[in-house]
């Protein structure tokens, strides 16, 4: 026989409501809302991270407990500063959750420094300030000599960073170090570090104790508390006044003071001053031996190149043989045409003589010219001296000798004027009758004209039986073109008659 089971009954949960998680979510998310719709929280950043959207999404954490919080794009950008990890700050909005995540969260609105952040702050309000007034600027600073002479350093006298100067120093290229201590840290270390850099620059150039070539201001790594002497405003302004050029060494290399700005340089540890101070003399020693090597090479290169040079040269000069034969050459061509150049002159001369001869009119006529015109002006002389003359006659008494005195002068003048003319036509007749053509007719030339009295200057324009006239220097005579006569043979010359002329040229044809 089997034994069937009885089916379980749920158990009553009595007077207790049931929830859904949805239910459950809201209520605690209206909760939540209500009781913190308004908090500020103190804590660190950690993981921040922006998102493409331009949402924050970060967490603020203490030693016990951590908050995530989310700021919005649009709260983001009124924040007022960009947050990143490590910084402290004082976050002002009101607490929500998610229920998808069963997380709560804080919706940051406002955000401000706090602790450390805070004088953050400080420092960047300071820096931005100084920078307005262009103590920052770079044309205020110095710059770092190659190799100076004498080394200033500013820093603690007990420290290790002075001795990791010196140090260096040697390794390098051992100068001269003149040490100012200074309390690099608490209470009164700004005045005195502001102090140092003045009195470095206050020394004379000839004075006893050398003045620096350079300045390093240095000091080994600290938290912000403990490097704000090197924030202060003093130390800042010091700094920027020096005219020593000033190496900045504070702190480790992630450190950032803000003499840091004002230095000529920033060096990320004092180590490293001490190497931006100096070059290495070994280096120094070896770049010299290699530029005197190059030198030297390059001058026996530049002989070498010039030796070339001039025997390239010298093969490519003409033999002064040939230049002498060139030479005779062109002296040979320019003789020639020497000889021939007086010749032709003569000949050019000759045809510009010829043609102003022709246009000048004959001497009788320009000598019967000015005779008219003398005639003229002495006819108009004689009217003037008789007016002149009836004039001082009739004129007053007083006046009789200066008419007298020009009187005298006028003829004089009138003579003078008539001797002038006389020679200028005289000298004028003498020019027409040496350019006139009669002059060649004379020497045993004849003229020969057309019917209408116009020169016969060519064979071609003459026709047989053309009526022409010939003109000799005595007298012309009439002739009628004929025929082309055979050629004469050659006579004798006669010999001229004594007492006659030139006889030779009775006829043309």
């Not at 020969?448 to 020169?455: F, M, N, T």
Request: proline share 6%; net charge positive.
């Amino acid at each position: 026989m089997t034994e069937t089971a009885s089916p379980v009954e749920p158990r009553s949960a009595g007077n207790v409501p049931e929830y859904t998680v949805s239910e459950i979510a809201g209520t605690l998310r209206r909760t939540v809302e209500e009781t913190f719709a308004f908090v500020r929280v103190r804590g660190e950043i950690s993981g921040f991270k922006r998102h493409s959207s331009g949402h924050l999404y970060f967490a603020l954490k203490d030693a016990e407990a951590v908050l995530d919080a989310v700021c919005w794009r649009g709260q983001a950008a009124r924040l007022g500063l960009v947050p990143e990890d490590g910084m402290e700050v004082i976050a002002t909005g009101r607490l929500t959750t998610y229920p998808g995540r069963s997380k709560y969260q804080m919706v940051v609105e406002r955000m401000e420094l706090a602790g450390q952040g805070a004088l953050l702050k400080l420092l960047e309000d300071r820096r931005k300030r100084l920078a307005a007034e262009g103590l920052f600027d770079r044309d205020r600073k110095c710059p770092i000599p190659f190799l100076p002479r004498v080394i200033g350093v500013v820093t603690s006298p007990t420290g290790a960073v002075i001795r990791d100067i010196l140090h260096r120093l040697a390794e390098r290229f051992p100068r001269r170090v003149l040490l100012w201590p200074v309390a690099v840290q608490g209470e009164g270390a700004a005045s005195q570090i502001a102090a140092a850099i003045r009195g470095f620059n206050a020394l004379p150039e000839d004075g006893a104790v050398p003045r620096p070539d350079v300045l390093i201001v240095a000091r080994g790594g600290g938290s912000l508390e403990d490097l704000m002497a090197f924030n202060e405003e003093e130390v800042v302004r010091a700094a920027a006044a020096s005219t020593i050029p000033l190496i900045s060494a504070v702190g480790h290399e992630t450190d950032t003071t803000l003499i840091d700005f004002a230095a000529s340089l920033r060096a990320p540890t004092p180590t490293a001053a001490a190497e931006k101070a100096v070059p290495v003399r070994a280096e120094l020693v070896a770049a010299v031996a290699e530029l005197n090597g190059r030198m030297v090479g390059a001058t026996q290169r530049r002989l070498e190149d010039a030796r070339q040079r001039l025997a390239q040269t010298f093969r490519a000069l003409p033999h002064p043989r040939r230049l002498i034969e060139d030479g005779t050459i062109r002296l040979d061509d320019r003789a020639e045409r020497l000889r021939n150049a007086l010749p032709n002159l003569l000949a050019r001369r000759a045809a510009d003589l010829d043609r102003l001869a022709a246009r000048l009119r004959h001497p009788r006529e320009r000598l019967a010219e000015e005779r008219h015109r003398l005639a003229v002006l002495s006819t108009r002389l004689d009217h003037a001296w008789k007016s002149v003359r009836v004039a001082e006659l009739a004129g007053l008494e007083k006046g009789g000798l200066r008419l007298e005195q020009g009187g005298r002068r006028l003829d004089e003048a009138m003579k003078r004027l008539l001797a002038d003319r006389a020679l200028k036509v005289e000298t004028a007749g003498k020019l027409l009758d040496s350019y006139s053509y009669r002059k060649v007719l004379e020497r045993g030339y004849a003229m020969v004209r057309d019917a209408e009295g116009q020169p016969v200057l060519s064979v071609a324009v003459i026709a047989a039986g053309d009526a022409l006239s010939v003109e000799f220097a005595d007298g012309r005579i009439a002739v009628i073109a004929g025929g082309e006569p055979p050629p004469a043979p050659p006579q004798s010359p006669r010999p001229r008659k004594k007492g006659g002329g030139d006889k030779r040229q009775t006829t043309l044809f």
